[in-house]
């Protein structure tokens, strides 16, 4: 028997969780653009509000459209199921919450996106679920930040500005011997370059607004179930005990290694709401027909303008998980052969006025909040993405006043450079 | 719900209503290495339309304790005791594949308990490639991976889901992985006795839903079933082994017709 008959990654990018056979002959994926679905009568109806059958009934809760995506991107992921929501932050926000109540605990990597911190430093507490900031790949500090009252322990793939890449092996090990789930945003790798749950990861979640959609476009996020935790490990009686708004329902019994999913569906999708339009669901797709395409020029270009910026003079660091100047450059380049991702750090000579002076002189590139956009995206984090996290907060998150952040696009690289080389200029100039 | 069978803490779901012995009862039994999660979308309509459901998990597999059971024979015997510890007498009998064997030979030891037999992607004998045993003693992981490859059909494998959302093969790979597959596998590969049992079935009612696209049991062995039984079987168009769960509505459809028949047949 042979593995031949399960599609690649770039065949599944393209085709799965739709044929054309049900709709038309269409070959695109149409826009279910309708807030509900006509039941065929009472009877009908009965057995998909009691989960006799599978369906969509409203689209808060589900939708055609945003269905292909989310059985896309879980079997892009290797994952049991997939939920896609209105952005990244909704994703990451509905993920805590399924697996946290108040008096809950978080572990987290201390490099994250602002928001992201934000979230569990300042609006989840006010839930009393807490977080402990370590950093992430300290085996001894994760092993020592576990309590009772942890629920998840949460990072990111490649953090964002640090381009600390996580060991998700290591992580897991540790994480799921305490009985505890490891929860990646994966971002800034997508399945393209990293597929977490392969690392032992339990759930993926991105910021589909990113590489994922690719141009954007659209914002829009993803949870994926790795399906390969036990949740029937006694500390999580959200999903082992009876759930009253279905009947009493106990997840893990009833559906195993896909129940956070469905919990993330039945609760947070129906609770909470934040549903992805199914317009957006749409772009998002167009983006993942190429995303191994794009990934592989996102790549390419990345290393080039790294290698680059490295020997100029106004240049005075670069940051890319593959350098060896990088803490975790060999765990970049085990979990990352494809390449570690279009993100790139660097500082300019003039310190916060050659930062300014940088942003403001380049013209091709977008001086703007954003990543993974196919154009190239330029930033000065300090003074923007993570200007509300205080200094202690802002040295802990791995930035420094003279840093540029680069999402790198798909332009040609020697216009890219050309861009660069203006930039440079004006930070020199701004600096003598 | 929970029992005891033979000092072994059993799991059997339930279809999300109380257990009553006192409704006309279906059992359904699953295929090699799976669960009860495997029937969802039948057990479900089942026990809300005046039935009582029961859908085990196998001793030693997902959530019932015990040693799994080294032989189709020694299965048989133990759905006599499960049923015994839910207080039932007798009940329509669903199989998948394996859980197929194991109603066929029940059935041919207990045929006043049987007041239905329904085989659904599966034939009177199973045999298993020698390989795939020996991988799964090995890995039941790698195993699981082949198995989902030749258990599900092309819908499937291009990621189609009747719950939005959801990866079948992925959630069947994760739930195989885990359970004893290398002794399930060695119990359908030795199990002989699946044609004598046919014959010895009498006038028990007979139903058999078979998949088109069946890798694991080929539907030609199906359609020998079928004869055998006496019964003309329902044929699932464009869908692999796993019917239950790849063509849940059709599966349903099928089993509710042939159950309420049986039902109505005996009311009248
Ligand atoms: C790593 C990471 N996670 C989550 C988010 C939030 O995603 P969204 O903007 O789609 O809500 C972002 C946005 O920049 C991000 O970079």
Known sequence: MSNSSFYKPSTIALHTGYSPESDYGSRAVPIYQTTSFAFDDVSDAQSLFNVERGGHIYSRISNPTVAVLEQRLAALEGGSGAICTASGMSALYSTFTTLCSAGDHIVSSAQIYGSTATLLRHTLPRFDIQTDFIPINDAKALEAAIKPNTKLVFCESISNPGMEVSNLPEIARIANAKGIPVVVDATFSTPALCRPIEHGANIVVHSVTKWIGGHGTAIGGAIIDGGNFDWGNGRFPEMTEPFAPYHGMRFWEEFGPNCFAMKVRSEAMRDLGPAMAPQNAFLILQGVETLNLRMQKHVENTVALRDWLLEQDAVTWVNHPELESNASADVAKSLFPNGAGSMLCFGVTGGRAGGTAFVNAVQLSSHLANVGDSRTLVIHPGSTTHSRLDKDALEAAGISEDLIRVSVGLEDIKDIIGDFSKGLKAAARATS | ?268
């Not at chain 2, 015994?84 to 030979?105: N, P, R, Y």
């Not at chain 2, 992925?170 to 597959?181: C, D, F, Q, T, V």
């Not at chain 2, 359908?188 to 839903?209: E, F, H, K, T």
């Open chain 2, 1 to 268: 719900m929970r029992l005891s069978v033979n000092g072994a803490d059993v799991f059997a779901a339930t279809g999300g209503k109380e257990f009553d012995p006192n409704l006309p009862t279906v059992v359904f039994l699953h295929g090699s290495g799976l669960d009860h999660r495997g029937w969802a979308l039948q057990t479900r309509w089942f026990a809300y339309h005046g039935y009582s459901v029961l859908a085990p998990d196998l001793p030693g597999h997902s959530l019932s304790g015990g040693e799994p059971c080294a032989s189709i024979e020694v299965s048989a015997a133990w759905l006599s005791e499960f049923l015994d510890a839910a207080d039932v007498k007798a009940a329509h009998i669903v199989g998948h594949s394996q859980g197929f064997l194991t109603a066929l030979e029940f059935a041919k030891n207990n045929p006043d308990r049987v007041l239905s037999l329904t085989a659904i992607g599966t034939a009177a004998a199973i045999p298993v490639n020698q390989a795939l045993i020996d991988t799964a003693k090995d890995s039941a992981a790698k195993a699981a991976h082949m198995m989902v490859n030749w258990g599900f059909g092309p819908g499937a494998h291009n990621g189609a889901s009747a719950v939005p959302g959801m990866q079948p093969i992925a959630i069947g790979r994760a739930i195989m992985s885990r359970n004893p597959l290398a002794v399930d596998l060695q119990a359908c590969a030795d199990y002989q006795g699946g044609s004598d049992a046919v014959q010895a079935l009498g006038n028990i009612p007979g139903c058999c839903i078979l998949a088109d696209q069946d890798k694991m049991t080929p539907i030609k062995a199906g359609l020998k079933l079928a004869e055998a039984m006496g019964v003309s079987p329902t044929i699932i168009k464009g869908f692999g082994h796993m019917l239950p769960i790849e063509a849940p509505r059709e599966t349903l459809n099928a089993l509710r017709a042939f159950i309420s028949s049986v039902q109505n047949q005996a009311a009248a």
